[in-house]
């Protein structure tokens, strides 16, 4: 089995590409969709979630936006926040690759791959990304999104320019939906064929 770590920054369309991925037959691990369901609904985070940041949560499991709101200028609470969250999404991926090992090739959608450290847990690595206006417009249309929440997101992301230096390979995405479907299927062959770098 080939591992390969999928990332970008906010609004380089990541999700899009995970999902043409997926469309080609690809099984692939989505951290965001492991957070969303253990923050959701009777969700196994919620309760600590809760006990370390009141007032966060209710029925529907985590309101992200006051727990993002909790967390976003706080580097000590962003911290503690990780320190629940990580190991619970790491126990979920484990799951996924004993579930899939005899697949040729796994990706492994991980937003903070490089922050975290996770790209030494990959085979290669492919970053998503797109030219810095085409990032922020579209981060801009997000519901509830303000220029300074989008800067004060992007100051805790390694640059674009230093993920597409530290990646095997990179999926533009500022381009048509076929060229970047294209490109997906060129990193699938590339990384079969043991190339990549």
């Known amino acids: 089995m080939i591992v390969l770590g999928l990332t970008g920054s906010i609004g380089m369309g990541k999700s899009t590409v995970a999902a043409m991925f997926a469309e080609a037959g690809v099984p692939v691990f989505d951290a965001d969709a492991a957070v969303h369901r253990l923050q959701g609904p009777g969700g196994a985070l919620v309760a600590t979630i809760e006990a370390h940041f009141p007032g966060t949560t209710d029925a529907q499991g985590v309101d992200r936006a006051k727990l993002g709101a909790a967390v976003l200028n706080d580097d000590a609470a962003l911290r503690a926040l990780e320190a629940i969250v990580h190991p619970a999404v790491r126990t979920e991926r484990e799951a996924f690759l004993a579930r899939h090992?005899?697949?040729?090739?796994?990706?492994?959608?991980?937003?903070?791959?490089?922050?975290?450290?996770?790209?030494?847990?990959?085979?290669?690595?492919?970053?998503?990304?797109?030219?810095?206006p085409v990032q922020r417009?579209?981060?801009?249309?997000?519901?509830?999104?303000?220029?300074?929440?989008?800067?004060?997101?992007?100051?805790?992301?390694?640059?674009d320019t230093e993920k597409r230096a530290r990646a095997d390979l990179v999926i533009p995405t500022d381009t048509s939906l076929d060229e970047t479907r294209a490109a997906v299927l060129r990193v699938i062959a590339c990384v079969r064929d043991g190339q990549g770098r």
């Open 101 to 132: 090992h005899d697949a040729p090739l796994v990706v492994l959608d991980i937003p903070l791959l490089f922050e975290t450290g996770g790209d030494r847990d990959v085979d290669r690595v492919a970053v998503v990304s797109a030219a810095a």
């Open 137 to 159: 417009a579209r981060v801009l249309l997000r519901p509830g999104m303000t220029p300074a929440k989008f800067e004060a997101i992007l100051s805790r992301q390694i640059p």
